[in-house]
């Protein structure tokens, strides 16, 4: 059994689009959960989601342990 270049350029090739499908169906899916959120009242939930991934992701809260830049101290 050989193993050839185009063999596995196609595996590579293949594994990176059905990464990025999954990805966009796990936005879509995610969108969708804020638009049902926006429609049934619940701004609330969306406030808690929205601040809890500022603090996350944003850099100006890098003093806070749960920010991904955080360093310890």
């Not at 009242?41 to 955080?70: A, C, W």
């Amino acid at each position: 059994m050989t193993i050839s270049l185009e063999k596995i350029k196609n595996t590579i090739l293949s594994t990176m689009v059905m990464l990025s499908l999954g990805w966009v169906l796990i936005a879509l899916a995610f969108q969708v959960y804020c638009v049902v959120l926006e429609f049934t009242d619940q701004q609330e939930v969306l406030t808690k989601i929205s601040h809890e991934m500022t603090i996350r992701l944003d850099g100006r809260f890098s003093d806070n342990p749960k920010n991904m830049f955080y360093k310890g101290k």
